[in-house]
């Protein structure tokens, strides 16, 4: 034991900030915050938050896994652009639509007629703006499938987060998870890589950026922002989970969080859905916490319409 100890004081001297940096990482306060947002939640929910510029977090079951729902788009939105970094794909190329392709719902592509040209960067629009089912089983497919993307993330180190749709030896996920599963600290892992320009390349990290910064979905989590920040994000929703993973470039620095619910006994596809209530809830919480002088005041839709069900 008193090696031990001696061992522990020597690594103290030698690397004096390395133990105050792991005690310190976690930002306390704020956790007790978000974890009063989820009392009384009837369901499970899972938050992981990163202040990019203090580099502090805050985590609530940030580890745990949950349905990505169409949070699965921003993996396939990697698989596609690991095509084109790579000259297999080109982003203003030429697609051919065929009704083969239609998943039926309420999406802008299925409504194309069959033999109608699109080009890829419109196809990877409508999955990330409007999150088009159709335009994003569509893109899976030309990303190799979910067997492809799901080896480039574990390439990248992420352990939790695949492709389960349409994907050989993933059935039993699929039945558990739905479209995709993930969690929260890995969410805001692939926000962050691409915010750093870190993810794939510095020309594709641009272009993702670009991408996810015009979300047609912006009732939820992004209403409780200012409408001059920027914001990269994408949410999704299925009967009993709702998420939603964004980067706010705040005044006093950036930030990104992931918010995902699971078994919710609330399964109701209105805005005041209590998974939707919890998100943005959440929203609100961090950015008084980050901005606590900003005169923004949110609102909470514009119209007040239920949102739709839209996703897989």
């Known amino acids: 034991m008193k090696k031990i100890a001696l061992l522990l004081i020597s690594f103290a001297w030698l690397f004096p900030n390395a133990m105050a ?3 310190n990482k976690y930002d306390k306060q704020l956790e007790r915050k978000m974890a009063e947002l989820f009392k009384g939640f009837n369901g499970q929910a899972g938050v992981y938050v990163k202040n990019l510029r203090t580099g502090k977090v805050a985590a ?3 580890d745990t896994l949950f349905p990505t729902a169409s949070m699965v788009k921003i993996p396939i939105m990697i698989g596609i652009m690991d095509k084109i970094n790579n000259k297999e794909l080109g982003y203003h190329q030429e697609l051919i639509y065929k009704d083969s392709l239609l998943y039926e719902g309420e999406d802008i592509l299925g409504s194309f007629k069959d033999g109608e040209k699109i080009a890829l960067a419109k196809v990877l629009m409508l999955m990330l703006t409007t999150s088009d089912n159709t ?3 569509w893109l899976q497919a030309l990303a ?3 067997t492809r993307i799901n080896q480039i993330l574990d390439s990248l180190g992420f352990q939790n987060t695949r492709v389960n ?3 050989p030896g993933r059935e039993e996920n699929r039945r558990q998870f739905g479209w995709g599963q993930t969690t929260p600290r890995e969410m805001v892992r692939l926000m962050e890589l691409i915010y750093l320009r870190q993810m794939l390349s510095n020309d594709a990290s641009v272009q993702m950026l670009r991408m996810l910064g015009r979300n047609y979905w912006d009732e939820e989590a992004i209403s409780q922002f200012p409408p001059d920040v920027f914001i ?5 929703a299925v009967d009993a989970s709702r998420s939603e993973t964004i980067l706010v470039m705040a005044p006093h620095g950036p930030f990104i969080f992931s918010i995902i619910t699971k078994n919710q006994q609330d399964r109701s ?3 005041n859905n209590e998974g939707w209530v919890l998100v943005r809830k959440m929203a609100n919480l961090l950015w008084q916490y980050f901005e606590p002088k900003s005169k923004w005041k949110p609102v909470l839709g514009f119209d007040g319409n239920p949102s739709v069900k839209r996703n897989d």
Do not use: E, P, V
């Open 21 to 23: 940096q792991d005690t």
């Open 165 to 167: 749709s349409r994907t």
């Open 60 to 62: 609530i079951h940030a």
């Open 144 to 146: 190799g499938t979910g």
């Open 135 to 137: 335009a994003s089983l």
């Open 232 to 236: 990269a994000s994408k949410n999704g």
């Open 269 to 271: 596809w209105s805005s």
